[in-house]
């Protein structure tokens, strides 16, 4: 048996329920990376948390799925890259940006692209991003706010790519078709 279980509604701490119940409600099932972060109610009621405040910001999902892609990609999360890529796709990120962003490059889609940057660059740097940067991402029409709420997305997608990398759920059916395996193994 795993270390890390895929908990079930049925399974998993009683306090850990309402936000599986959440994350069944908004994707139609609960992904499996939400039932292995279940075992611990502090986890999933944080994730579940900040990524209700994500997508509840200025950013659109194009732009939301943009991030967690890129994040995912830069922190080397299969399960995450497969999951997002589909996201991506479904959310109207074209094929090409898509494949562009799990091989590490930028989208072509100019917008995108400074999103992309500026989440690889706080990943890469741990936070330490210069004037330069933040004027590449103003110079694409975003604004001082919307640095922060990036901030906000890579903090949410970490957790995700953390407890994927450390627990390895099993991917789903439905992301099969988008797995992709990290050089860094």
Partial sequence: MSRYPVLTLDTAPESSRPALTQLQQAFGRIPDIAATMAASPVLINAFIGLFQRVHASSLSELQIQTLLLTNAVTNACEWAVAFHSALAL????????????????LPADHNLAALSQLARTLIERRGRIDDADQQRFFDAGFRAEQVLEVIAVVAASTITNYTGSV???????????FIWRTNTR
């Fill in 90 to 105: 479904e959310a109207g990120v074209t094929r090409a940006d898509v494949d562009a962003m799990r091989d590490g490059a």
């Fill in 167 to 177: 627990t390895q759920p099993p991917l789903e059916a439905p992301f099969e078709a």
